[in-house]
T-cell receptor, first 114, second 111 residues
């Protein structure tokens, strides 16, 4: 019974480079969320996937950010031409849609843009 | 838009009670949650309360909800050093999937 896993756990990159962050949700969870957590701040919603429905991308801060999900499995968050303000912890969560909608979080990827 | 606010820091002595407060603005909230984040880890659901309840108790945890004032609190009895973490308040509305999270309250327990 593995939980949500994310890779890499840490990523240091140079300004202007592209990065790809990966999330493996809990098997059977149809819903998947990406959040950004800047130092000392709350969780900022980025994107939501639910089954085969069109994702809710309303939280993506710019067109440099994109995310994909293959069916109800792995998701990748891509940040192109990274900027220093992209430095944050990126958290992924999955959930069984419905009920209290408890979200199960991964440990996050800490991204540092130099 | 909807907003959830919390104080940033709380420091208590081991064995004392901790009370973490949260205010929210969305009157259509159905569920209110408390999540705990330990260092280097993701968030974990601690407890939740339906908006038609005013209190929920779960072992050392007591959640109080004042719907009129849109105020939620989490009381931790007999606080232990292992309770040191960041506590997030969140709300969602039935039929939607979006959570609104607060900024988190960092609880420090002094031995």
């Amino acid at each position: 019974g593995a939980g949500v896993s994310q890779s890499p756990s840490n990523k240091v990159t140079e300004k202007g480079k592209d990065v790809e962050l990966r999330c493996d949700p809990i098997s059977g969870h149809t819903a998947l969320y990406w959040y950004r957590q800047r130092l000392g701040q709350g969780l900022e919603f980025l994107i939501y996937f639910q089954g085969n429905s069109a994702p809710d991308k309303s939280g993506l801060p710019s067109d440099r950010f994109s995310a994909e999900r293959t069916g109800e499995s792995v998701s990748t968050l891509t940040i192109q031409r990274t900027q220093q303000e992209d430095s944050a912890v990126y958290l992924c969560a999955s959930a069984l849609a419905g009920g209290i909608n408890e979200q199960f979080f991964g440990p996050g990827t800490r991204l540092t843009v130099l | 838009g909807e907003d959830v606010e919390q104080s940033l820091f709380l420091s208590v002595r081991e064995g004392d009670s901790s009370v973490i407060n949260c205010t929210y603005t969305d009157s259509s909230s159905t569920y209110l949650y408390w999540y705990k984040q330990e260092p280097g880890a993701g968030l974990q659901l601690l407890t939740y309360i339906f908006s038609n309840m005013d209190m929920k108790q779960d072992q050392r945890l007591t959640v109080l909800l004042n719907k009129k004032d849109k105020h939620l609190s989490l009381r931790i009895a007999d606080t232990q050093t292992g309770d040191s973490a960041i506590y997030f308040c969140a709300e969602s509305t039935s039929g939607t999937y979006k959570y609104i999270f607060g900024t988190g309250t960092r609880l420090k327990v002094l031995a």
